[in-house]
């Protein structure tokens, strides 16, 4: 695991409420979030997130985890808050120096950083979420148009290339009368 996310708490700051319009459910808001987290993180770190709510007032039946679109979605058991499991999976951590926890509880800030893991604040972690998506996508829109298959080089290279070696090679050509040899 790369990335441990506390739920509820930055489904909190987010303002992620599920479809518009209806009062939203707990089940609607939890899956506006993780449909948000997977169009967000990367695949690979999609397969290593994973995100941890309360379960205290959950209805009858609902697993203990669960994956969507690659992330794994565990609720903390009746008996349990989140913020327990989430200490209980810091501690778990085979090698928590790779793991970042998102989550402003001071008390699992407080867990990760004894077990040497990386923490961040869930309001900041989900602004630079969205912004490392406002960057990728200006930067996708002033792309600009790609090199044909088998071409490596950008159209109007070798005219420019060109230029450059005939203009190099006028300065190395020797002119005037101080450039002649003398006979002797």
Do not use: C
């Amino acid at each position: 695991m790369l990335l441990l996310v506390d739920g509820y708490n930055l489904l909190h700051v987010s303002g992620l409420f599920g479809p518009a319009g209806a009062p939203p459910t707990l089940e609607q808001s939890r899956l506006a979030l993780l449909e948000f987290l997977a169009a967000k993180l990367p695949g690979p770190l999609r397969k290593k997130t994973t995100v941890v709510f309360d379960a205290a007032a959950a209805p009858p039946g609902l697993p203990s985890q669960m994956e969507h679109a690659e992330i794994m979605v565990r609720f903390a058991p009746r008996r349990q808050t989140a913020d327990d499991l989430i200490a209980d999976l810091i501690s778990q951590e085979a090698d928590p120096r790779h793991l970042t926890v998102v989550s402003s509880d001071h008390a699992i800030q407080r867990s990760a950083r004894q077990r040497g893991a990386k923490f961040v604040d869930s309001e900041v972690w989900f602004r630079e979420l969205k912004q490392s998506e406002s960057a990728s996508t200006a930067a996708a829109a002033s792309e600009k148009p790609q090199t044909p298959p088998g071409n490596p080089f950008p159209p109007g290279y070798a005219e420019a290339e060109a230029a450059e070696l005939r203009a190099f090679d006028d300065e190395l050509r020797p002119r005037g009368p101080s450039s002649r040899r003398r006979k002797s």
